[in-house]
Structures are given as structure tokens and as C-alpha cells.
């Protein structure tokens, strides 16, 4: 296991960021400065998503990655902006291919546990996680190609343990620690939390 998967598989709890914007950048760093929480998840779904996967990636001691990313070009341009990892719903073989070539751990998702061994896949992404199958389809996979995952997709609070608890979940990324927007106070409490799910 490459080293930036190694970490996230110690961090468990990956705050992916999603809804806010480039002017939002310091109050946010300054979130994760105060929680002590150092890896986020940025999507690239969002209209400055790359400008703020960029602004955040200047932080040294931040772990940042591109998340929800849904092209070739989108991997390239996080890649170039500073992104030490990428998740993708999707599974596109060039987009898999740039970042092996740049030594970026990527977590795609498939059903085919042979297409993933063909690239030389051990850790994917699941998401949407329960439209997918929940822990029977981790479970299953596991079983054919002993694959370890990053779940994700409307995981809340409450539902961390039931997916942390499966030996075959490295850990998740999601959006629960932003759910109080620009109340700061409530953001950093919310990150600390994940803290928790820390492995040592």
C-alpha cells in the first residue's frame, strides 16, 4: 500500500468539501488548522472546485484530494493543481493510466472484480455505496479479489461505525462535518469528531 493510502486508511474519516467557494478558502483552513484533522476530499463537481482544491493544497501539513472526478481532463487539471489522490464514480482506463503514471493512488469504482485486477486496482472506491449493494456487495468483491474500499455517498453520522466496522472498509469520505455551512464554531466540532475514528 502506496504511502497516501496508507494515511487516509488511518485518517478513516475523509471530510469531503462540496458546497463551498474559493473566498470561503481561509475560514476553512483555518477550520481544519483547529481541528487537527489534516486530509480532505475536494469534489470537482462544483464550479470552483479546482480553484479551491489549489488554494487548499498550498497548506503543507494538509493531505488534499480530488473527489467526484469525472473526466480525464479533470484528473489531469487536480493532478496539476496539487491533488495527492483522486476518487472517481466512474472507472476510466486513461484517467487510471495518468495517475499510475504520476504515482497518484486513484479509488474508481467497478462491479468487475477481474477489471480491477487487470490495473493492478486493490483499493476502490464504493459509491453510492448503498445503491451499490452496501456491505454484501464489499463483501462479495472482497471475496473475489480481496479488495479493500473508501465508501461513500449520503453516509450521515450515525452511519459511520456501520460501514468502519467491516473489515474490508479502508475508510469513507463525506460531506456530514459541513452540514452548518459558515457556522465555523459547529464546522470544527463537526471535524473534530471524525478524530475518533483515528487510527493510531
Not at 469534489?43 to 470552483?48: C, N, Y
Not at 449520503?154 to 459511520?160: K, P
Request: glycine share 8%; proline share 4%.
Amino acid at each position: 500500500m502506496d504511502t497516501t493510502t496508507f494515511t487516509l486508511s488511518k485518517v478513516r474519516c475523509i471530510p469531503m468539501v462540496k458546497l463551498y467557494t474559493l473566498d470561503q478558502a481561509p475560514r476553512l483552513i483555518q477550520a481544519f488548522k483547529d481541528s487537527g484533522v489534516r486530509a480532505v476530499n475536494v469534489s470537482q463537481q462544483g464550479p470552483e472546485g479546482l480553484a479551491l482544491l489549489k488554494a487548499l493544497a498550498q497548506e503543507q501539513d494538509l493531505l488534499v484530494g480530488a473527489g467526484n472526478v469525472q473526466t480525464y481532463e479533470q484528473a489531469r487539471q487536480a493532478i496539476q493543481g496539487g491533488a495527492a489522490f483522486v476518487f472517481s464514480p466512474l472507472f476510466d482506463e486513461r484517467m487510471i493510466e495518468l495517475c499510475h503514471s504520476r504515482s497518484i493512488p486513484i479509488f474508481p469504482v467497478t462491479t468487475q472484480a477481474n477489471l480491477a485486477a487487470l490495473h493492478q486496482l486493490n483499493v476502490l472506491g464504493c459509491y453510492p455505496v448503498e445503491e451499490l449493494g452496501g456491505l454484501a456487495f464489499i463483501d462479495r468483491m472482497a471475496a473475489e479479489g480481496g479488495f479493500s474500499f473508501f465508501v461513500a455517498g449520503h453516509i450521515d453520522e450515525s452511519m459511520m461505525n456501520h460501514y468502519l466496522d467491516n473489515p474490508h472498509v479502508l475508510g469513507m469520505t463525506g460531506s456530514w462535518m459541513f452540514k452548518d455551512g459558515d457556522n465555523w464554531k459547529a464546522v470544527t466540532e463537526a471535524l473534530i469528531r471524525t478524530k475518533q475514528y483515528w487510527l493510531s
